[in-house]
């Protein structure tokens, strides 16, 4: 060996290896520390399967503002999956099927076609109804304040919310003695909602007049037939087809002189006398709620389902003049929004 070479004793040399190789395997440890923790953040961007009977609408922007308000922000920890059915009730097994096949973590959808959508796509993923049908009724829940299933939420069902339909009718038409039903016989939400009206009617001292239509194209034959019968007023009830076919439910009732009242809000806006319901943007933003909860671990079958506690109320003014009504100022102080 060179005169100037340096040689470490064989014990230095030996401890030196093990701390390069300690080193190593630490490094290493935290490299692969660092590819699982960047793993479980890809892993923590859920997925939520949203479908509606309707195009995207307002009660949509709604539910995914509430949802960043929570803290999900698109992109960062959470996907919304998106589908509408643009008003084909037809197609919603379609488009819960596919979300269900895509593997989200819960599904988020309204209206009785949309739930039994969902019911018929999957018992186990987690659903919520943005508003719906009465799940115990249907047998789909053990109870209101304990589900017991896959399937929570909000539920349309509200008491006295018939009454108080008729009794807005009465209160414009204080003469008031016949009432028609327009009713889809095919939509079981539709029946407890007639028995309660019928209840209703009685304590008011009201006439009832049935009418059933299931298709689009049965609503003129229904209402010549309440011009035949001289009813004086119409209760449309909720369902997902009369909502896609408001506007013409509404021009058929002011073209035979029909003061008309509905659920929703939008039957107002789209022509009718008088929308009274639940507040559609409140239900949005509280369905968000709800999926906040079943992300964070929540199980649905322990989430309470609810009913409505804010309700919109709409009159069209111009409707009312186009019918020979007069209005009080007194009623409409009462509503929520007034259409001139």
Known sequence: ????????????????????????????????????????????????????????????????????????????????????????????????????????????????????????????????????????????????????????????????????????????????NRVAILWNPDNPVSVPELKETEAAARLLGLQLQSFGVNNPDGFRSAFASMTKERAEALVVFSDAMFFGERKQIADLATRNRLPAISWTSEFAKSGGLMGYGPDALAISRRAATYVDKILKGATPGDLPIEQPTKFDFVVNLKTARTLGLTIPQSFLLRASDVIQ
């Open 1 to 176: 060996m060179s005169k100037n070479a340096y040689s470490l004793p064989e014990d230095k040399r030996f401890s030196g290896a093990m701390k390069r190789r300690g080193f190593i395997t630490l490094a290493g440890g935290a490299l692969a520390w660092a590819t699982a923790a960047r793993a479980q953040q890809v892993k923590r961007v859920s997925r939520i399967g949203l479908f509606l009977p309707p195009p995207r609408n307002s009660e949509v922007d709604a539910f995914l503002v509430a949802l960043r308000g929570l803290g999900w922000v698109e992109g960062e920890n959470v996907h919304v999956e998106y589908r509408d059915a643009d008003g084909d009730d037809n197609r919603l097994p379609a488009l819960a099927a596919e979300l269900v096949a895509l593997g989200v973590d819960v599904l988020v959808t309204a209206t009785f076609p949309g739930v039994l959508a969902a019911h018929r796509a999957t018992t186990t993923i987690p659903t919520v109804m943005i508003v719906g049908p009465d799940l115990v009724t249907l047998g789909l829940a053990a109870s209101m304040a304990h589900p017991g299933g896959n399937i929570t939420g909000q539920t349309i069902i509200a008491p006295d919310v018939t009454g108080k339909r008729l009794e807005l009718l009465r209160e414009v038409v204080p003469s008031l």
